[in-house]
Nanobody, 130 residues
Framework: QVQLVESGGGSVQAGGSLRLSCGAS????????MGWFRQAPGKEREGVAS???????TYYVDSVKGRFTISQDNANMMYLGMNTLKPDDTAMYYC????????????????????????WGQGTQVSVSD
């Protein structure tokens, strides 16, 4: 099955940058959407950015538009570039691959529903300090 491994998290000062990477392996031909999600302590998991396989379509939660960039080299490698980081960006960030539930735009807000089959990475911590 699909396996996902994230890397690239760390601690930075406000205004700094990080780039997260996600490597996917296994049978992913039927997965049409990948994305990044985050969860801060005491908060619900939040969809951050999603991308269709092939990279033709990208979507972002409003709070990161203009600062974060999701991209992929191919279906097996995905990235999240994060610029002008804010303390509110502090969270555990998770890579995900998904299918069945709809398009990648809807993935950001409906990933919790049973319509989606989602595979998750283990998470990588991003900490932004003042």
């Amino acid at each position: 099955q699909v396996q996902l491994v994230e890397s690239g998290g760390g601690s930075v000062q406000a205004g700094g940058s990080l780039r997260l990477s996600c490597g996917a392996s296994g049978y992913i031909s039927s997965f049409h959407c990948m994305g990044w999600f985050r969860q801060a302590p005491g908060k619900e998991r939040e969809g951050v950015a999603s991308i269709s396989i092939g990279g033709r379509f990208t979507y972002y939660v409003d709070s990161v538009k203009g600062r974060f960039t999701i991209s992929q080299d191919n279906a097996n490698m995905m990235y999240l570039g994060m610029n002008t980081l804010k303390p509110d960006d502090t969270a555990m960030y998770y890579c995900a691959a998904a299918k069945y539930g709809g398009n990648c735009e809807s993935f950001l807000s409906t990933f919790q529903t049973s319509r989606w089959v989602v595979y998750w990475g283990q998470g990588t911590q991003v900490s932004v300090s003042d």
